[in-house]
């Protein structure tokens, strides 16, 4: 009967936890094989709203490729794939890469992919979510209207630049800054796209030990002021560690939970 | 005058191929070799709109600008995912398609005898037959143009142009519609190029397939390669040279059967300067590789 009694309570608890924090992102029995190696292998993660996950495992154990599958660049062999960002739904595994941003999901690339040829704050700009569907022709015929949103946009570019301590290289050409500016301005980047959901691919790498203070300086806060759900993967686990919730290791295409905080 | 008159048209028209062009090159980074072909159809378009149906010089320009621009949404919206070689060898093949259309489609096209009698701009009863009115209302025409193309630059389009070009997948990744991005910079491109064809058909008043070809293509290519892509002045410049180039030509007195030859033999090796010795181009702002 106290057992009865006991396994009631803790489902009411989980109930109650859930309502509270919705969940963000929801994957079932993930499987992905590439040249007859499996790589994942009914793999199932929650995410809740807000929370920060860190990701560890072995060079080539499929912690990229689980990126890729979320951000839809990978369709896997079976399995779900679910978003709930924005109050809104969507299945990754029909979907196009250009659809899951727009619906929230941002990345911070391992080689941070900035637009080399242009300054911090275009690239900044180009991620603008109110910019992304003026057409040419829009922008042709509408001229007046469309500078005025951009004007609007370049504020909150210069606004979300200042957010990450990039302000005043704002017209710096990307291609001149360094590694950890780059990924400052990739991270003002994610800002502009209104991303709800980040994936973090290796965030402190190539990074010297001030900057890459700076950088979890920056998530903590993104994570905990700003609500962005984070699923990060990094080797350097005892740094980030500590702004994490939870922690698993990916080994054989299963996920083995570290450490509950 | 009328000499110099005739090279300033040669280069507005030109320029307004060498502007396009650089709408894909240099600010898409999709590497074009049909331009001649879409050149082409605008032409005939234009030409058989004020031959055989009649309608007015601006109406003939827009169905020009139409055609050209309903042929690249065609090709794009199946080729919207090749990059690099891929796309090239798309492109080549509208390129070889669209001329062999032109040469064998007779009962339009008139084949290899082309179309005559092209007539000079008219535009409410005013006609502009001399070369001085032709350049004073290609002027008006070719800023049109050139504002249009600013404008597109110059807006959130043009940004997100500019993003895919430099990295395709972190532009996917930011939610920018790469897709759409392509289709409408080839239509607008294809567009402004069939003007620019309507444009030549009303001057020389005469056009065949010859003026359409691959080399035509690629004399397209070189300007924008030469002069310099991803800013305004860099295909100007381009043009200009290119235009250049076979005029001074003319000095050294060569017989017909040579300079035609030498004239392609300067571009190759202008080219092959260019890309060891100044990706840029001459006035450019982004490195051609």
Sequence with gaps: MEAVAENLNETITLRATEDVLPWAVRTANLCLAFGGHQVLEGLNLTLQAGEAILLRGENGSGKTTLLNILSGLIRPDAGSVLLHLKGREIDVTGSSPERIARSGLGRLWQDIRLFPTMTALDNVLAASAELLDRTALAGITCWPLIRRQERVARERALHNLALVGMADRSDSSADKLSVGQMKRVALARLLQAEADFWLLDEPLAGLDQVSAEEILRLLERFNTDHGKTMLVVEHQHERMAPICGRMFFLANGHLQPERSV | ?289
């Design chain 2, 1 to 289: 005058m009328s000499y110099l008159l005739h090279l300033l048209i040669f280069f507005q028209i030109y320029a307004v191929v060498a502007m396009s062009l650089n709408l894909l090159i240099g600010y898409g980074g999709l590497l074009q070799v049909a331009h001649a072909a879409y050149f082409g159809v605008g032409a005939y378009t234009a030409a058989l709109l004020w031959t055989k149906l009649g309608v007015g010089f601006i109406p003939g320009l827009l169905g020009a600008a139409l055609m050209s621009s309903l042929l690249s949404l065609l090709v794009s919206l199946s080729a919207w995912r090749f990059r690099g070689d891929y796309f090239v060898m798309i492109s080549l093949a509208v390129q070889v398609v669209l001329y062999s259309l032109m040469y064998n489609f007779m009962d339009i096209t008139n084949g290899p005898y082309g179309i005559t009698a092209i007539p000079k701009p008219v535009i409410m009863d005013s006609i502009f037959a001399t070369q001085e009115a032709t350049f004073a209302i290609y002027v008006v025409i070719v800023g049109m143009l050139a504002f249009i193309l600013a404008a597109a630059k110059l807006s959130p389009f043009g940004l997100s142009l500019q993003a895919m070009r430099d990295d395709e997948l972190a532009a996917r990744s930011l939610g920018i519609p790469v897709r759409r991005l392509k289709v409408e910079a080839f239509m607008l491109a294809s567009a402004m190029v069939g003007v620019a064809g309507g444009l030549y058909a009303s001057y020389i008043s005469y056009i065949d397939p010859t003026s359409f070809t691959l080399d035509e293509s690629i004399l397209m290519l070189s300007m924008v390669i030469v002069g310099g892509t991803g800013n305004v002045r860099g295909p100007l410049v381009g043009a200009a040279v290119l235009i250049a180039i076979p005029e001074l030509l003319r000095f050294l007195s060569l017989p017909d059967t040579v300079a035609a030859h030498i004239r392609l033999l300067a571009y190759g090796l202008l080219l092959i300067l260019m890309m060891h010795w100044r990706p840029q181009g001459l006035a450019g702002r982004y490195r051609f590789e």
